[in-house]
């Protein structure tokens, strides 16, 4: 039995080991970002900047950091977006299908995947976490969950944008979700936001096909939670679901050492656990930018040459309020905002 003698002592041996750990992270030469005491949000790529605002609303007035990042990525969500969302590119038979999760400060996590026709998949997570015994509802269970709930379910049509990169697709209806690197035609233009010219998952009209926003945050009580949501890689195959509503994968969080999120090829994310590795090894001591950089060179280690056609990036925040990220390739950028600061930050990258 969990009695009070063993309740005292573990607590004094986790607070000894937050002791130890805090140690450890002072002397990290990587921490870098402090923002102790006050909220924080942080969000993978340009679309975070709306994001993080819908996420202040909720933080800047004290409240919990779980409402802040449903209320950050619903933001994107409604936005039209290529990938995140109902406007966004579909699979390659024609339809759009999202994946999202949330988890909290006590471990409560929920997620959807393979979900349709419903706008704001995060809240669906939400309810999946709050009002199940489950962590995961997939497709038309999902939906049907989603409905009993009260979320309308929305007509089955393409966004302009999204019928546009569609039709450019269908061209071709080429099948790659990996590049063969020796005899890929990589575009090496520099976008303006994206996974960067190696990726794979580049059309060649110089879109990208996938991004996620993965949102991670701290509220005045230093209490952390996150979110992740996306339509996925575009142009999948029917059915296919990446890291981004998988726990430890996409998103993980610890509230007594911190939170990650993932974007990118979610199939490198899934296989080594991304975001469940990034904040073990962030327990480990390390900074959050040199755990997702350790996190990076282990796919890189798993993948080999073939890490060179992938992009995969990892964003993390310490229960210290540092942050930090890190990329398979050049071009992750996320958005930070809290008291003091609202910006873009480039991720360093491997190559
Ligand atoms: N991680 C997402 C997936 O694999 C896509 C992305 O972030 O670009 O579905």
Request: a neutral charge; hydrophobic letters at 40%; aromatic letters at 8%.
């Amino acid at each position: 039995m969990f009695n009070r003698r063993k309740f005292l002592q573990s607590s004094v041996f986790s607070s000894l080991g937050l002791a130890l750990g805090r140690k450890a992270w002072a002397n990290d030469p990587g921490a870098g970002h402090l923002v102790t005491g006050s909220p924080i949000v942080i969000s993978t790529w340009d679309a975070g900047i709306a994001a993080n605002k819908g996420a202040w609303e909720i933080l800047g007035r004290n409240g919990r950091a779980l409402d802040a990042v449903e209320a950050g990525v619903m933001v994107t969500e409604a936005s039209q977006n290529c990938c995140v969302g109902l406007g966004a590119n579909p699979d390659r038979d024609g339809f759009v299908t999202l994946d999202a999760c949330i988890m909290d400060e006590f471990a409560n996590c929920g997620s959807v995947a393979f979900l349709e026709r419903i706008k704001h998949p995060i809240s669906v997570a939400r309810r999946v976490m709050e009002k199940t015994p489950h962590v995961m509802l997939v497709g038309i269970g999902a939906q049907q969950f989603a409905v009993s709930e009260g979320f309308p379910l929305e007509e089955q049509k393409l966004s302009d944008g999204a019928k546009n990169s569609y039709e450019n697709w269908l061209r071709k209806s080429e099948y790659k979700p990996v590049i063969n690197i020796e005899n890929s035609k990589m575009n090496t233009e520099t976008p303006k936001s994206g996974p960067g010219p190696f990726a794979p998952s580049r059309f060649d009209n110089g879109e990208w096909n996938h991004d996620t926003i993965g949102m991670v945050a701290m509220d005045a009580m230093g209490n952390l939670s996150g979110s992740c949501t996306t339509s996925g890689m575009g142009f999948k195959m029917r059915g296919r679901v990446g890291d981004s509503p998988i726990i430890g994968a996409g998103l993980f969080v610890d509230n007594e050492v911190g939170a990650a999120t993932a974007t990118g090829q979610g199939e490198d994310v899934i296989r080594m656990c991304g975001t469940h590795t990034v904040v073990e090894l962030m327990r480990q001591g390390y900074s959050p930018e040199q755990a997702c950089k350790r996190a990076v060179e282990r796919i890189i280690k798993i993948k080999g040459d073939k890490a060179k056609a992938i992009q995969v990036g990892f964003l993390a925040l310490n229960k210290r309020g540092e942050i930090g990220g890190y990329a398979i390739q050049k071009g992750f950028s996320y958005a930070v905002k809290s008291d003091t600061q609202e910006k873009m930050v480039q991720a360093g990258s491997f190559y």
